[in-house]
């Protein structure tokens, strides 16, 4: 089954001449078009539902809007609806209450068919004044966002179950004497989200060497599990806007991220993004945006590193950790712009990033007109090394991804 969701939000702008404390009661209204194709039915949907098709007749629409990034969670009155007849357009309101005033909401609407729920996109709005007006602050996840670009490829993790086959996974010990085992079981889509998750388990490791120098086969087991996502061989890029909505985990051990490799030569020559890595720098809790490339030695990198203490965050926000945050990249062939929330984190000058001649490599991998040359897009949960030592009351630890958008300029 094949299911395309183009999914518009839209909140009303509603104003109300109700005395001031006075209990209001305002609609939040969702238009969504749902276009399938090779299905014989439709799923029921949030709001203001608009279904066209045959064979619709009895279908049970169960619609909603789940609420996310705020600690003020309101009353919604979800409803069940029977469509009846062959080609239908029904218009259904879901009511909002006990709202509270300048705050922000973000709305997800949904719609269930059977056991599957599948997630709309994000949009966010906030109340104003004694009368609760509502009218839309930033409206997330929409390629009308962005002038001048195109949305080429995307993830919204909307259907239960396992990642879209867009996905590959890492598997074994990999790098940097983690302490995981990368495995496909600990990666599945739940209630929106692609949700990795860290565990605190023992595997056997099958590649144990007894008496070897290398650390990935002297050990004999692992005593904790995750995964490591790839794009790789699916979904290359060069240049454009990649935007990840994430809930990282912050305790102790964790070493969440989102990178990009080029898919040709050996790391670094291959030029590695780091558009988020979370982990513990000279001690301190701290966000990370790089890129490195190759010096003049073997699997030796130079480095343009930003490193920006938890605290820098949170000290304007308590609760950030408890929230989903928006990292971007913007890139070009002049320049790699990093941000957190839209704040810039690092600029990196596309002119500094040459090779610097290890097998008489001196390409740029960040704008190498080389064919074929493009990056993949990496999600994983490392635990341990440069996480520091787990906090074993933390497990599970999970990271939770709403959406992967890549956006490309227009021709």
């Known amino acids: 089954m094949y299911i395309l969701l183009s999914i518009i939000i839209f909140p009303f702008l509603s104003c109300s001449n109700d005395n001031e404390g006075t209990k209001n009661t305002a609609p939040l209204s969702v238009n969504l078009s749902l276009l399938m194709n090779d299905v014989e039915y ?7 539902l608009e279904i066209y098709g045959d064979g619709l007749n009895g279908l049970t629409v169960e619609k909603g ?3 996310s990034a705020s600690k003020s969670v309101p009353t919604i009155d979800d409803e069940t609806t029977t469509v009846s007849g062959t080609a239908n357009t029904g218009q259904f309101e879901v009511n909002v209450s006990d709202l509270k005033e300048l705050t922000n909401y973000m ?23 004694s009368s609760l007006e509502f009218y839309p602050s930033t409206s997330i996840g929409s390629s009308e966002d962005y002038a001048g670009y195109t ?32 495995q496909r079981d600990n990666a599945s889509v739940k209630d929106g989200c692609l949700v990795i998750e860290g565990r605190r388990e023992t595997i056997n490791n099958p590649n144990y060497v007894a008496g070897s120098n290398d650390w990935k086969t002297n050990r004999r087991t692992a005593e904790y599990t995750s ?52 982990y513990l720098k000279n001690g301190t809790p701290s966000i990370l945006a790089n890129a490195c490339w190759s010096s003049n030695q073997q699997w030796t990198a130079v480095w343009n590193e930003k490193v920006i203490p938890l605290n820098h965050f949170t000290a304007n926000d308590p609760d950030w950790i408890d929230k989903f945050h928006i990292w971007r990249m913007d890139w070009d062939r002049n320049n790699i712009r990093l941000y957190l ?6 600029d990196i000058d596309l002119s500094q990033t040459y090779n610097q001649g290890y097998n008489n490599n001196y390409q740029n991998p960040f704008n190498t007109d080389t064919e074929g040359f493009a990056h993949y897009i990496l999600l994983n949960l490392a635990l341990g ?27």
């Open 42 to 48: 439709y799923s029921s949907v949030t709001g203001i």
């Open 65 to 67: 809007i789940c609420y």
């Open 107 to 129: 709305a997800r609407p949904y719609f269930k068919y059977n056991n599957d729920v599948y997630y709309g996109r994000v949009v966010a709005f906030k109340t104003i004044g």
């Open 151 to 182: 949305l080429v490829w995307s993830d919204e993790f909307n259907i239960d179950g396992l990642p879209g086959s867009d996905w590959s996974y890492e598997n074994g010990f990999q790098r940097n004497q983690e302490l995981q085992w990368y």
């Open 227 to 278: 995964s490591s996502l790839t794009t790789q061989g699916t979904q290359e890029f060069m240049y454009g806007r990649f935007e990840i909505r994430a809930k990282i985990p912050v305790a102790m051990g964790s070493w969440p991220a989102i990178w990009l490799l080029g898919n040709q030569w050996e790391w670094p020559m291959n030029g590695e993004i780091d558009v988020l890595e979370y």
């Open 341 to 346: 929330d839209d704040e810039l984190l690092n």
């Open 385 to 411: 090394s440069n996480g520091g030592t787990p906090d074993n009351n933390a497990f599970p630890m999970k990271y939770k991804i709403d959406y992967v958008r890549v956006y490309q300029p227009e021709s």
